[in-house]
């Protein structure tokens, strides 16, 4: 089921756009999510079985304390417990999480499966640290919280805080520790809160923890716990560990074909091009179909057209600058080919394990023919930056992530040029039911999840990344599943996928002269910010390289950050 409706008092001042919610405000997606195909396999089963340690998601929760003041937004964040933990199953800690957006979350809570008597995969602490109090904090809270640290029996180790509203140490009955086999290194990611800058002890804080190594073959499973720590999110040691599939059978939970054509189905987003952005998303086959060609170094006079579906494309290798496309050499057709064809548009589909194979990312990926050139912000002027940003073939996408506990979508990643970001699912927009909505910026194709101007720099000067709705739409939903490793045989990869290649040529400008042109109008501390911030784009995004495919990005194997 869609719903998160946990059976508690949630945060007083739970905060969306700076506006106080009710405090019944729990998230929960647009529309119930439908009953997911069956097959071979465990996905949407509720447990996940890591080698002897059953673990399952829970996202209803007793509210335990709550800080008004500190944190993103300085509004607070609240700590919770889990409830409605399942016969046999062990907290494996608390979950918090920040009061500027809705209560959305879960954590792990585990059962041992090993049928080890001496060497089981779970144990009681010994005893508990306490790391931290609210005690001495000038913050406004409920009542005062106590941070304790498990202190876990020699082989084994803790995946998570117990936070209580007493001096008492917890009893020793209420959290297990993890056999270390069974164990992962953590790293901190995102900030969830701190006292703030006025606080006595402000150098405290709350972090979210996530394997340190992440991608397909990476056992580390997220607890969805938190750590708490003197220091900044840099700290590269931190006080708990995350869990770690050891099952044989690691991807047993991942979805199958069906399961994979229903989430698509129920998630595949629905994407809005800038009204004013005349270069447009097109497929593939129809890119190739419509006289563009590949092009070797030495025989540059003598291009061959690419076959439909890039059959005659070089397979493998790297980018070694031994071949590149470009656009139609017929003036005429080179720009009807650089607008792209909305008509045609599909996107292109790779599934792939990720967290040791607690959940499915869903990466979409969409083509563009051209990339149109990049615009500063000075102010209020809008200031055309050139042939700075312009280059042929750009591949963009966004990445869905779902439970594979129970197939709900949790998150979702929106590429941005050189970086990009992580938004949950309930800070999205979404249509349709549970479809997202995704904006792609004017000319840069950078995606997000909500319109606007989306400047990247200083709040004076930077580059702009502007979206809006439109009737240029593309349906993400009208897809082709071009890769899932994990599947074999099952997908049968089609040939431009495996062309390591530049999608265009090497654009031959000087990123100096260009903004020479543009910094004749600007004052000289301005024209020195823009330079940085221009200059710190990779030569992919500024044009002067050709973007080379899906499978050559980090993030194909790899996290997305």
Known sequence: MGSIIPECSCAENLLNNNQPLPIETIFKLPAETPLWPSGVGNFASGTIDLGGLQVSQISTFNKVWAADEGGPDNVGATVFEPIGIPLGFFMLGSYIQPNNKPLFGWVLVAKDVSLSIINGTLKQPVDYK???????????QDKTAYVWLPTAPDGYKAVGHVVTTTPNKPSLDKIRCVRE???????????IWGPGKDSKLSSFNFFDARPSNRGILAPGVRVGTFVAQIGSSSTSVVSISCLKNNNVNSTISMPNLLQIKALVLAYSPVMYLHPDDEYLTSSVNWYFSNGVLLYKKG???????IAPNGTNLPQGGTNDGAYWMDLPA???NRETVKKGDLLSSKSYIHVKPMLGGTFTDIVIWVFYPFNGNARAKLGKLTIPLGLIGEHVGDWEHVTLRVSNFNGLLWQMYFSQHNKGAWYEASELEFQSGNKPIVYSSFHGHATYPHAGLNPQGA????LRNDTAKSDKVVDFGSSELVSAEYLGSQIIEPPWLNYFRQWGPTIDYNIDDELRKVEKILPESVRILLETIIKALPSEVLGQEGPTGPKTKDNWTGDEN
């Not at 306490?130 to 406004?140: C, F, N, P, R, Y």
């Open 330 to 332: 017929d003036p005429a």
């Open 299 to 305: 025989e540059e006079l003598k291009p061959v057209p």
């Open 181 to 191: 086999d069974l164990t992962e290194q953590c790293e901190t990611y995102s900030w």
């Open 130 to 140: 306490l790391v931290w109090s609210s005690a001495l904090e000038m913050i406004k």
């Open 459 to 462: 709040d004076v000067i930077g």
